[in-house]
């Protein structure tokens, strides 16, 4: 999980400067900053969603925690191969390789191309499926978004209840009152430290796999078509390589084709 490796990372960082310039580690944990910095970050989180949106939120955080491991290259090998395979017998030999892959859009496809489908028809159902997909998981990382928004200005928020508080009751001693006024600050801290360390990396981490899997999708796509145009397989690899590799790049290192075909759980997870 190296989204849990960052985020423990940064934690030792963090603290572990602090202790460096002499602060006490014990000194950084509060419970009514982190009541008044977390549960107001949620409940204005959960203000802006619906219910519905914000169920999706312990998927979405399993999502950030994973690695996805989409290899395109192979992902267009497998194209090249449903194509040859079309080319030599014919779109119905397809059907096996809809159970041998996991990934319902490219079940949807082959399917598509099994059953003879429009190719206009195709690509309009195909590319809605990927927009649907895609709003989801946008709407999920606006969640994280909102989140990291809110959370510094919650520690603002318990910053100054803390110095009402302390401002209030003034006849303490100067070191009691120093005490109080550092517990204070303990809140922005949590604010911005959530934030920048917690809400707005997932935000990223599921955006960044958002666009993995639209490229995917568009792969896939473009593939579909090019198999129902009865494009070669040599020539299908080179359109597809396009979505990957910049005009004058090298090409990438060519392998023999397996003997049996690979399970398509590598090109996606």
Same mark, same amino acid.
């Given at each position: 999980?190296?989204?849990l490796g960052?985020?423990i990372?940064?934690?030792?960082a963090l603290?572990?400067?602090f202790v460096?310039?002499?602060g006490?580690?014990?000194?950084?944990?509060q419970?009514t900053?982190?009541?008044?910095?977390?549960?107001?970050?949620?409940?204005?989180?959960?203000?802006?969603? #619906?219910?519905?949106?914000i169920?999706?939120?312990p998927? !979405?955080? =399993?999502m +950030?925690?994973t690695? @996805? #491991?989409?290899?395109?290259?192979?992902?267009?090998?497998d !194209?090249? =191969?449903? +194509?040859d395979i079309? @080319?030599?017998q014919?779109?119905?030999?397809l059907?096996?390789?809809?159970? =041998?892959?996991?990934d319902p859009?490219l079940?949807?496809?082959l399917?598509?191309i099994?059953?003879?489908?429009?190719p206009?028809?195709?690509?309009q159902?195909l590319e809605?499926?990927?927009y649907?997909?895609?709003?989801?998981?946008?709407?999920?990382?606006?969640i994280?978004d909102?989140?990291?928004?809110y959370?510094p200005?919650m520690?603002?928020?318990?910053?100054v209840?803390?110095?009402v508080?302390v401002?209030?009751?003034?006849?303490g001693?100067a070191?009691?009152?120093?005490?109080?006024?550092g517990?204070?600050?303990?809140?922005?801290l949590?604010?911005?430290?959530?934030?920048?360390?917690?809400?707005?990396p997932m935000a990223?981490n599921?955006?960044n796999k958002a666009k993995a899997?639209?490229l995917e999708?568009?792969?896939?796509?473009?593939?579909?078509?090019?198999?129902?145009?009865?494009?070669?397989p040599s020539?299908?690899?080179?359109?597809?390589?396009s979505f990957?590799?910049?005009a004058g790049?090298?090409e990438?290192?060519?392998s023999?084709p397996?003997?049996?075909a690979?399970?398509?759980k590598?090109?996606?997870s």
């Open positions: 999980m190296p989204a960052g985020i990372f940064g934690v030792i603290v572990g400067g460096l310039e002499g006490k580690a014990s000194a950084l944990l419970g900053a982190a009541l008044i910095v977390f549960g107001g970050t949620i409940g204005a989180t959960v203000i802006s969603y #619906s219910m519905e949106e169920r999706q939120v998927r !979405l955080v =399993r +950030a925690m690695r @996805r #491991s989409f290899d395109a290259v192979v992902l267009i090998r !194209l090249a =191969r449903y +194509a079309a @080319r030599r014919q779109p119905l030999a059907e096996p390789e809809i159970d =041998r892959t996991d859009f079940k949807k496809g399917q598509m099994v059953d003879n489908t429009d206009s028809l195709m690509r159902i809605a499926d990927m649907a997909l895609l709003t989801q998981q946008k709407t999920g990382a606006s994280f909102q989140a990291g928004g959370a200005t520690g603002i928020i318990g910053t209840m803390g110095l508080h401002l209030g009751d003034l006849s001693n070191t009691a009152l120093a005490q109080a006024i517990l204070a600050f303990i809140a922005t949590y604010g911005v430290f959530s934030a920048n360390l917690l809400w707005l990223s599921l955006k899997d639209l999708r568009e792969i896939a796509l473009e593939g579909f078509l090019s198999i129902q145009q009865g494009m070669a020539m299908l690899t080179d359109k597809l390589m990957i590799r910049p790049s090298p990438p290192p060519q023999p397996p003997a049996e690979p399970s398509m590598q090109a996606v």
